[in-house]
């Protein structure tokens, strides 16, 4: 920092974070990820500023701040929209579908999982539209409707099989 590349610093600071998040520390991931969410801010940097917002989130689900994780979620949504942002937008859309899927709303889920999934359809995103498939198979599974689970679920591991993504199968 003393260099004076504020945007690099800010950059590397999101970077911590997320590697923060990874290994557990959700204290240092999210004194990182302010840090670097206040810089990038100040700095007028509004994609980057949208990209930590959104890392914020799912380091407070991952602390089981479900309504803090929503909170940021949304905020991500609107700025991801407002810059155009597409395929964040379809990520954000998919975690805010987990994010009410944790908090018991089961509609709103799926709506946002749907939503997740049309935008990844528009965009050829053929593994995160598996991922969405996936996630409704499950929310199906959540309310009792298992003819619908089932229905999902097999359709994400036909798109992941034609992915030759193994690891989801």
């Known amino acids: 920092q003393d260099l004076g590349n504020t945007p690099g610093v ?14 557990g520390a959700y204290a240092r991931a999210l ?9 990038l801010q100040d700095l007028g940097d509004r994609a980057g500023v949208t990209r ?24 991500a949504l609107g700025l991801a929209e407002d810059l155009g942002y597409r395929r964040l937008q379809a990520k ?16 709103r889920a799926l709506e946002f999982q749907r939503r997740a999934m049309t935008m990844r359809q528009s ?15 499950s929310l199906y599974t959540d309310l009792g409707d298992y003819a619908k689970a ?4 097999a359709q994400a591991l036909r798109l992941h099989e034609d992915l030759g993504n193994q690891a989801e199968v």
């Open 10 to 23: 800010a950059l590397t600071l999101g970077n911590i974070g997320i590697d923060h998040d990874r290994l």
């Open 31 to 39: 004194d990182s990820l302010e840090e670097a969410r206040k810089l």
């Open 92 to 107: 954000i859309l998919g975690d805010l579908g987990n994010s009410h899927r944790r908090l018991g709303a089961h509609a």
């Open 123 to 137: 965009l050829g995103d053929r593994a995160g539209v598996a991922v969405a498939l996936g996630c409704m198979g």
């Open 52 to 75: 930590v917002v959104a890392s914020l989130g799912d380091v407070h689900e991952h602390v089981g701040a479900d309504a803090k994780a929503l909170e940021m979620r949304e905020r």
């Open 150 to 153: 089932l229905e999902f679920d």
